[in-house]
């Protein structure tokens, strides 16, 4: 799941994905990473159903 222009840092394209700490987001052009669970300035509501979605086409 890629969130277009998303990135705090570098306005770059980040991808979803969890691991076993949580739902997390990575950044393809400089790498900054963000746990959601940290991170209050994210919609994790919105996160969270497109990381399912992502997961449920998987
Ligand atoms: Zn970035």
Same mark, same amino acid.
């Given at each position: 799941m890629l969130n277009l222009k998303? $990135?705090?840092? $570098?306005k770059g394209d980040m991808q979803a994905d969890r691991d076993v700490y949580g739902n997390f987001m990575r950044c393809l052009q400089c790498g900054h990473y963000i746990h959601l669970r940290d991170e209050?300035?994210?919609d994790h509501e919105k996160l969270l159903k497109a990381v399912r979605k992502a997961k449920d086409a998987a």
């Open positions: 998303t $990135c705090p840092r $570098c209050q300035a994210i």
